[in-house]
């Protein structure tokens, strides 16, 4: 079983920056694909960026292209997510998760095993 728990996340101002962290424990020689997702009041969880088991490959939703970047450090067994010049649209709660299966980088909720109980970042304008 792995356990993922995010922190970092906080109240800033637009134009601010702010960088998640998921820290991993249990077994995460099993995760292989990590992923950042956010949910904002009455609105579905989305995806937000995808990496790699090795960290060569990410994918990121067109929102937040060219202002985050995600990234991790398998020794440290540590996913981040650093964000920039941030919006009130980025206010959601950003959870973390994880594949088991070593496959390509997907970006729906479905394929990933283990997530993380979130962190609220609210942006204010």
């Known amino acids: 079983q792995v356990q993922l728990v995010e922190s970092g996340g906080g109240l800033v101002q637009a134009g601010d920056s702010l960088r998640l962290s998921c820290a991993a424990s249990?077994?995460?020689?099993?995760?292989?694909?990590m992923a950042w997702f956010r949910q904002a009041p009455g609105e579905e969880r989305k995806f937000v960026a995808t990496?790699?088991?090795?960290?060569?490959?990410?994918y990121y939703a067109d929102s937040v292209k060219e202002r985050f970047t995600i990234s991790r450090d398998n020794a440290k067994k540590t996913l981040y997510l650093q964000m920039n010049s941030l919006k009130p649209e980025d206010t959601a709660v950003y959870y973390c998760?994880?594949?088991?299966?070593?496959?390509?980088?997907?970006?729906?909720?479905?394929?990933?095993?283990?997530w993380g109980q979130g962190t609220q970042v609210t942006v204010s304008s």
């Open positions: 998760a994880a594949d088991s299966v070593l496959r390509s980088l997907r970006t729906t909720t479905n394929w990933y095993d283990y």
């Open positions: 249990g077994r995460p020689a099993s995760i292989y694909t």
């Open positions: 990496i790699s088991w090795n960290g060569g490959n990410t």
